[in-house]
């Protein structure tokens, strides 16, 4: 629903402030006399603001991303004795504890709140929890931590430390857990992340189903879809990386 009190702050919010100098960049340099290639900077860091900042071109970009990764999801609900693998998130925070929950970042909490919720419905379910963070208290640590919290047995959980990237997630779970190797395999990470995490474990030799959880919402109201916006550019810097990343794994397979 449009909030006019919100959209008034939007417009003198940072992200906003530098699309309106942009813009006064811009008429100066076209009411004097200067090099084209000015007018060119000019024009085209004004473009790239508005590609990054509007919600009218980021949201359906973003909504893009997010339904591919649900058409990925064509196995179903996870059969008993499924292995569930999710991606650590980050974390906002040095963490003070091992339980000290608040350090997780929005996405790490989005992640393992639905792994624990779909552990919790699906019987003998094992939960590999992948990531490391470099700090004394591991992120896959702290959201094990807060899978038991949520009733998942310890006996249940499988913490994978060493890993920092997605490819390491991948290449780092494979073997995890040891037993049943032909148990179905479930990979559990963001809607936007999605794509490039599947790619990376099917480059990796392993089979999964995807299960995304956590999406970000993709409507658009007027007039909020023309105003710059940080939370917009927020989004549109986890495309970029995705899409970056997507980019680097297909030219590693060519080379």
Known sequence: MFDLRLWLEDL????ALLTWCLLVLNAMVW???APAWTR????LLLALDLLASLPLFVKPAMALMQQAAQRESRCGPPPPGSVLIVLTGG????PSAVD???ALSGDSLRRILGAANLAARTPDSVLV???GGGTRYPEAEIMGRLAQAM???PNRIKLELRSHTTMDNARNTRDMPAGDAAAPRYLITSGYHMLRAYRAFHDTGQRVCAWPVGFYGTHI???????PQIRTLAEASLLVHEWLGMAYYALRQTI
């Not at 003198?12 to 992200?15: G, L, Q, R, S, T």
């Not at 974390?91 to 040095?94: A, E, F, L, T, W």
């Open 129 to 131: 929890i992948t990531g």
């Open 12 to 15: 003198v919010a940072p992200a």
């Open 31 to 33: 009411r004097r006399p």
């Open 151 to 153: 009733g998942i047995a």
């Open 91 to 94: 974390m906002v925070r040095q």
């Open 100 to 102: 000290d929950f608040g």
């Open 40 to 43: 060119l900077v000019a024009i």
């Open 221 to 227: 109201w007027f007039p909020d879809a023309i105003t």
